[in-house]
């Protein structure tokens, strides 16, 4: 039995094969997967949000899972991600903190194979077809600076009232055409998470 | 011949399971495939706009069979369909006509009984402006349990020497379709109404 009930499931992916004129080969590609499910606590306060981190568990691995599969590469490929929660005008900011931040994480680094850097994460309260810009860092070293991003992503119908719509972005690549310096991938260590 | 200018695709598909109702046996599918090309005739006018409908054909296939893959269902399964195009704002709205055939055909070539007219819609807009992009049976046009559109758009496009060309397929019913009227089962005349 599903700890979340989910309305519908979204999942997008863009590719960019040029910017300001100059190829992008191979293409940058980034993917989104959004779930729309009932906030089990809008419209009331309710002191303890368990039940919300164990749907958070629930959907950091699915649409982790989800995400990777429509780019279509091994785990290990992917380079950047992150996570993003909409809540809906019945319910409240920390709905989307308890979804986000407990138990999210783990199964979602797992369905990259593995993660040690920070998952970069937005919240936000607003209305169906309100944009939520997920951010997007580097999934072993924080600080590399070509992978700083963010992917829109925007569900005509979703929020409802009652709703939370929940997003996560993965990429196999950084931004297009990259050039701001700072850390480089290859110069990754991958230990602490930073650098 | 002006070569196809790609600068991004974007593919998504979305499955439904409930809309307040119940959940269905099988979750219905939209999908959408998107294209931001550039406009070779921005910012002037150009009277003769017909050969850039032949220079369209290979993206439109690319695109139909990306969204037969993305939707990850065999392609007989895929019941509704739509296409549109937004111009970006040094361009002109008859530009976006020149989707009409390529982006038509070419999922009527890979959609079996695909008889009815691809339903389209196209505008002007600038970087964001969301397209409702309307879809009914790919048999009948009058199936009134596949009368839907899909909504899309991305944040960064058209710029305005660009055009956003869409195409979107559908598999099964609104989830919770009850409005009557033409059924899947009444299908007979095929003459891609009724």
Same mark, same amino acid.
């Given at each position: 039995m599903s700890k979340a009930n989910i309305r519908k499931i979204i999942v997008v992916v863009d590719e960019i094969h040029r910017e300001q004129g100059q190829p =992008?080969?191979?293409?940058? $590609? $980034? *993917? #989104?997967?959004?779930? =729309?499910? *009932? /906030?089990?606590? @809008?419209?009331?306060?309710?002191? /303890?949000? %368990?039940?919300? #981190? %164990?749907?958070?568990?629930?959907?950091?691995?699915?649409?982790? @899972? $989800?995400? =990777?599969?429509?780019?279509? =590469? #091994?785990?290990?490929?992917?380079?950047?991600?992150?996570? @993003?929660?909409?809540?809906?005008? /019945?319910?409240e900011l920390e709905h989307a903190a308890a979804i986000l931040h407990p138990k999210f994480g783990k199964p979602l680094r797992a369905a990259v194979e593995k993660g040690a850097a920070l998952v970069s994460s937005a919240k936000k309260r607003g209305g169906m077809g309100t944009p939520l810009d997920i951010p997007l860092g580097h999934k072993h070293a924080a600080f590399v600076r070509s992978h700083f991003d963010a992917m829109e992503v925007r569900v005509n119908d979703a929020p409802r009232a009652d709703e939370i719509l929940v997003a996560v972005a993965v990429t196999d690549s950084g931004r297009p055409l990259p050039r701001v310096g700072g850390l480089q991938k290859h110069e990754i260590k991958g230990e602490d998470g930073l650098r | 011949m002006p070569e196809i200018r790609l600068r991004k695709l974007v593919t998504g598909v979305e499955d439904i399971y409930h809309e307040g109702g119940p959940v269905a046996a099988i979750p219905r599918k939209r999908g959408w495939c998107l294209a931001v090309i550039t406009n070779p005739f921005a910012g002037r006018y150009v009277a003769d706009l017909q050969p850039f409908m032949d220079d369209l054909k290979p993206l439109g296939v690319d695109m139909a069979k990306r969204l037969i893959a993305a939707l990850g269902v065999p392609a007989d399964e895929i019941d509704g369909y739509g296409k549109g195009a937004i111009v970006g704002g040094a361009g002109e709205l008859e530009h976006g006509a020149l989707w009409h055939a390529p982006g038509g055909y070419a999922m009527r070539e890979h959609l079996a009984s695909s008889l009815a007219i691809v339903p389209s819609t196209k505008k002007v807009g600038g970087p964001g402006t969301r397209l409702d992009v309307p879809v009914t049976h790919k048999t009948a046009s009058y199936v009134r349990s596949h009368f839907d559109a899909v909504e899309v758009g991305i944040d960064d496009s058209p710029r305005a020497d660009e055009m956003l060309v869409a195409l979107v397929m559908t598999v099964g019913p609104r989830v919770h379709n009850r409005a009557g009227g033409l059924a899947v089962t009444d299908i007979k005349i095929r003459d891609g109404q009724k």
């Open positions: =992008v080969s191979p293409p940058t $590609r $980034r *993917a #989104a997967a959004i779930a =729309v499910i *009932a /906030n089990p606590f @809008a419209g009331q306060f309710v002191k /303890n949000l %368990d039940q919300l #981190a %164990d749907i958070g568990e629930e959907l950091g691995g699915l649409l982790g @899972a $989800r995400a =990777v599969a429509a780019l279509g =590469v #091994a785990a290990s490929q992917i380079e950047s991600y992150g996570k @993003a929660a909409l809540v809906g005008e /019945n319910g | -």
